[in-house]
């Protein structure tokens, strides 16, 4: 069964920094591109950072570039996302997303939540 488990979300102040984690089993997503998106309260998911396979091409949307960084670790099936100059703005469910099919990530991690305090 393939599992995406996200951690290291939590509580922190505007300005300060988190470093998300993401966790694969169930099989190798060394060959596939993979990704965050993030959801706040009553606003759809939205994309947020973009990793390709071998990690030589990273994709951000507009309002995280230059704060949040991707990389992944293909010898342990893990994804990060370090959020650097949090703003209250990026307070939100993160996901991590893996494997792109005719478009769409397939496998979905279940989130964790990330809040910034002003």
């Known amino acids: 069964q393939v599992q995406l488990v996200e951690s290291g979300g939590g509580l922190v102040q505007a300005g300060g920094s988190l470093r998300l984690s993401c966790a694969a089993s169930?099989?190798?997503?060394?060959?596939?591109?993979m990704g965050w998106f993030r959801q706040a309260p009553g606003k759809e998911r939205e994309f947020v950072a973009a990793i390709s396979w071998r990690g030589e091409s990273t994709y951000f949307a507009d309002s995280v570039k230059g704060r949040f960084t991707i990389s992944r670790d293909n010898a342990k099936n893990t994804v990060y996302l370090q959020m650097n100059s949090l703003k209250p703005e990026d307070t939100a469910v993160y996901y991590c997303?893996?494997?792109?099919?005719?478009?769409?990530?397939?496998?979905w991690g279940q989130g964790t939540q990330v809040t910034v305090s002003s």
């Open positions: 997303a893996a494997a792109v099919i005719y478009g769409k990530y397939k496998y």
């Open positions: 169930g099989r190798s997503f060394s060959s596939d591109a």
